[in-house]
C-alpha cells in the first residue's frame, strides 16, 4: 500500500514568514513528485514538481526532495494572506501513472 | 490558456438514479485521470485512460464505468447512486510522455446523492 504522509496542521505562520511543507512517502519507485494547493471547494492548482534529488525553485516556492529519506518539502517565501489554503503532496511512480495524494497540510497565513 | 472542462458542475441525484460526469481535456493531452474527493478526504484515484484506452484502475466501484472517446473526452458513469457517492469528482489530464507527467485538473462536479 503505496502511503504520503503530511502533517494535517494547521500550520499558522505571520505573513512575510516562510512556510515549510512536508511530506514523506513509503514507494521506493516513487519518481516524480508534486505539490498542489487546494482552496475549499475548489480543485488542486499545480504548484510544482519535482523529480530529482535538490532544490527547485520557482518564484516564491521551493521544491526539496530527498530520495534516500522519502522525503519531500515545500518552501513558501514571504507568504501572503492569499497562501492560506491545503497543500497537497502526491507522489507518481512514473509516466502517466496516477497519483497518491496526502490528506494535506492546512496552512494558515496571519495578516 | 485552456483548462480542463467539466460538466456538470453541480448534480444532484436521488439513491438508486444513474449520472454522468463529463470531461474535456486540455488540448492535445492524451490521457484522463478521474478522482474522487469526500468531504475533507484526500483525491482517491477512480481510473485512468490512455489514447482511449483504460490505463490504470483504483478504487472504483463496479457500479461505476468509464470510456474514453476519439477526441479525448472521457465520460464517468454511475449506476445505482448510494449517499456515499456525494462527493467531489475531479477529472485531470495530462501529456501522457516522459518521465514527469504534470496532471492538471479541472473544476470538479459536486454531486449530492439524496
Known amino acids: 500500500q503505496k502511503e504520503v504522509e503530511q502533517n494535517s496542521g494547521p500550520l499558522s505562520v505571520p505573513e512575510g514568514a516562510i512556510a515549510s511543507l512536508n511530506c514523506t512517502y513509503s514507494?521506493?519507485?516513487?519518481?516524480?513528485f508534486f505539490w498542489y494547493r487546494q482552496y475549499s471547494g475548489k480543485s488542486p492548482e499545480l504548484i510544482m514538481f519535482?523529480?530529482?534529488?535538490g532544490d527547485k525553485e520557482d518564484g516564491r516556492f521551493t521544491a526539496q526532495l530527498n530520495k534516500a529519506s522519502q522525503y519531500v518539502s515545500l518552501l513558501i517565501r514571504d507568504s501572503q494572506p492569499s497562501d492560506s489554503a491545503t497543500y497537497l503532496c502526491?507522489?507518481?511512480?512514473?509516466?502517466?501513472?496516477?497519483?497518491?495524494f496526502g490528506k494535506g497540510t492546512r496552512l494558515s497565513v496571519i495578516a | 490558456a485552456a483548462g480542463v472542462i467539466q460538466s456538470p458542475r453541480h448534480l444532484i441525484k436521488e439513491k438508486r438514479e444513474t449520472a454522468t460526469l463529463k470531461c474535456y481535456p486540455i488540448?492535445?493531452?492524451?490521457?484522463v485521470y478521474w478522482y474522487q474527493q469526500g468531504p475533507g478526504q484526500d483525491p482517491q484515484f477512480l481510473i485512468s485512460?490512455?489514447?482511449?484506452?483504460?490505463?490504470d484502475k483504483g478504487s472504483i466501484p463496479d457500479r461505476f464505468s468509464a470510456q474514453q472517446f476519439s477526441d479525448y473526452h472521457s465520460e464517468l458513469n454511475m449506476s445505482s447512486l448510494e449517499l456515499g457517492d456525494s462527493a467531489l469528482y475531479f477529472c485531470?489530464?495530462?501529456?501522457?510522455?516522459?518521465?514527469?507527467?504534470?496532471?492538471?485538473f479541472g473544476p470538479g462536479t459536486r454531486l449530492t446523492v439524496t
Open positions: 502526491a507522489v507518481a511512480n512514473s509516466g502517466n501513472t496516477p497519483l497518491v
Open positions: 485531470a489530464s495530462s501529456l501522457g510522455q516522459g518521465l514527469v507527467n504534470e496532471q492538471y
Open positions: 485512460f490512455y489514447e482511449k484506452m483504460q490505463s
Open positions: 514507494d521506493r519507485g516513487s519518481q516524480s
Open positions: 488540448p492535445r493531452h492524451d490521457t
Open positions: 519535482i523529480y530529482s534529488n
